[in-house]
């Protein structure tokens, strides 16, 4: 049974509404527009999503605790981030856009280095590299608006609980109220699906891997909308969320 159809719960019904309007957005975005603005529209309309749907969530259930990420506090940028492709191509455009040709570049050589550091470790080993992403800076992310899905669903209702998983590596696990990320992660879920269902790649990419090679030439967009392969050896490895 779907989520949306089990009877009487609206935070339920949320979730599934979440999922299946981001799913069918996706289907008929790219079923009509396969050039690469429709990915952008794609990306922004799915964050929009994510913002409407959490909100509506948090007026429906709640939370029990306030949150405790603020801007500069930026453990959780340190960690393996998982993107979608169009997420990527996103990201870059925007840079692309807004950065001179100078920061442009040095971003474009942090990535690339990130990304070569991050590539063929596996998930382990690569949490213990600890590296920041590329895109940290002054502590704090310089594509706040832009950034991905996966980053907008952190939400830690402790700093202590944080730095625990994060820094001292003395827990596994880290805590979170679902009402606060299980409405984001319905529609990552709804948007990867639909990439899924319209024949591109849907799988989890490195942010940083992913992004290097986003920045890496212009006709990314067109490659990956054509089926080319383009981020093969960005992907996350089986088995890592
Ligand atoms: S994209 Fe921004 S929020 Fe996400 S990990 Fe990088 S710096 Fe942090």
């Known amino acids: 049974m779907a ?35 429709s990915l ?6 799915a964050q929009d999503r994510a913002l409407r749907n959490a909100e509506a969530a948090l ?22 981030v998982g993107v979608l492709a169009p997420e990527a191509i996103h990201l870059a455009d925007e840079l692309r856009g807004r950065l ?13 280095r990130r990304g070569a550091q991050l590539r063929d470790v596996d998930r382990s080993a690569r ?7 590329a895109l940290l800076k002054d502590r704090c992310c310089s594509a706040y608006g832009h950034r991905p899905l996966a980053c907008r669903w952190a939400l830690s209702p402790g700093l202590q609980a944080c730095l625990d998983l994060m820094v001292h590596r003395t827990t596994p696990f880290l ?17 990867r699906d639909g990439l899924h269902e319209t024949g591109l790649d849907g799988s989890l990419l490195l942010l940083n891997c992913a992004l290097a090679t986003a920045l ?5 967009a067109e490659r990956y909308l054509e089926g ?10 089986s088995g890592d969320t």
């Open 3 to 37: 989520l949306d159809e089990l009877p009487g719960d609206p935070y339920l019904g949320l979730l599934g509404e979440a999922y299946n309007t981001q799913l069918v957005a996706t289907i008929r975005l790219l079923a009509n527009r396969r050039g690469p603005a």
């Open 40 to 45: 952008r529209l794609l990306v922004v309309d």
């Open 59 to 80: 007026s429906l259930e709640p939370p029990i605790l306030s949150l405790a990420c603020r801007k500069g506090c930026h453990h959780c940028c340190w960690e393996t």
């Open 100 to 112: 001179t040709e100078v920061e442009l570049s040095a971003l474009r050589r942090r990535a690339t």
């Open 127 to 133: 949490s213990q590299l600890r590296l920041p992403c």
């Open 175 to 191: 805590w979170m109220e679902e009402v606060r990320y299980q409405p984001i992660q319905e529609v990552w879920r709804g948007l």
């Open 216 to 220: 890496s030439e212009e006709r990314v």
């Open 228 to 237: 080319e392969d383009v981020f093969a050896k960005d992907r996350l490895d």
